[in-house]
């Protein structure tokens, strides 16, 4: 971490750390871990972000570091060098919140003051944990975790629409984005294969065939005259197996090999509908859709190596199959 090193006199962690700092005693038990080195400096009110995972999983990073910072008038900050830190079973990643309008200060370019008085609130289990947003009188406060629940900042809604808007780029020049903006039931398709068949990804896991057809057959009732656009690290495969009866699209590129991320992104947005994967990408693509009357439908199981996980990410107002 980027934070300068405090002077600590005591380290508090579980419980009693919850009683210093005037969280709830529960906290570990939310899955949660408090560790508050205890000393003396000037205080600085800051809110950290540990970055982690790619584009979808840094905007819910993003998203619960700047509600925490409206909410308490707090600093921003972000830890981008974290991601430069190789672990074992992690896919590296790179900053990638770059295409947007977000208002924080990255740790690879302003260094964070220290002030010997910190709380570092780690995620140790999905799902959401409303104590999290509560106020923390210690000046440092630190979140090392991926956040993926609307509730951690619904009420900043209108603030991350604003600040996930993306920045003039190269996405712009698409000759997908005029077909796209001019269809009136544009339905975008994600479908994320790759990377969920390896190892590393199969926790969470390919949500397979099954759920694409009934999705698929679901919105075709929803919605009339449907046109999918087809959004997928594997353009072959969606070929071959996605039952698409409608009008479609498969979107690819003409530039042709490279990372097309910030493009598909800045195209999905633009869609009336989604059927999503299980996957932040969409998920973000989605829920920055500007329809209010946009039909969302999420797989059901979100997390294959434990299902129960799932309950939280969707929300209520989505379909899930």
Known sequence: MAVADPAPTQVLTGAIAADRLGLPSDTRQGGLVTDAPIGEGR???????TLRGGLGNQ???????RSIAEKHGRRLFLDDLALRIDHPGRTRRAYALGAFNIKAELTSRARVEGCGIRAVLVQERRGFHE???KPCPLAQLELQGFWQDERYFLDIAHVLRAHFRMRPGPWESSRWQPLIAATPNAVCVHVRRQDYLTPQGGGIGFVGQ????????????LVQDVRYFVFSDDIPWCREYLPLDHSHSFIEHDCGAGDHTCTDFSLMTLCRHFIIANSSFSWWAAWLGSDPRKIVIAPKVWFHDIPSDSDDIVPRAWFRI
């Open 59 to 65: 905007m819910f990073q993003y998203a619960i570091g």
């Open 210 to 221: 099954e759920y694409y057809r009934r999705a698929i057959a679901a919105m075709a009732r």
């Open 131 to 133: 104590q999290v947003l």
């Open 43 to 49: 205080p600085v009110s800051t809110v950290l972000v």
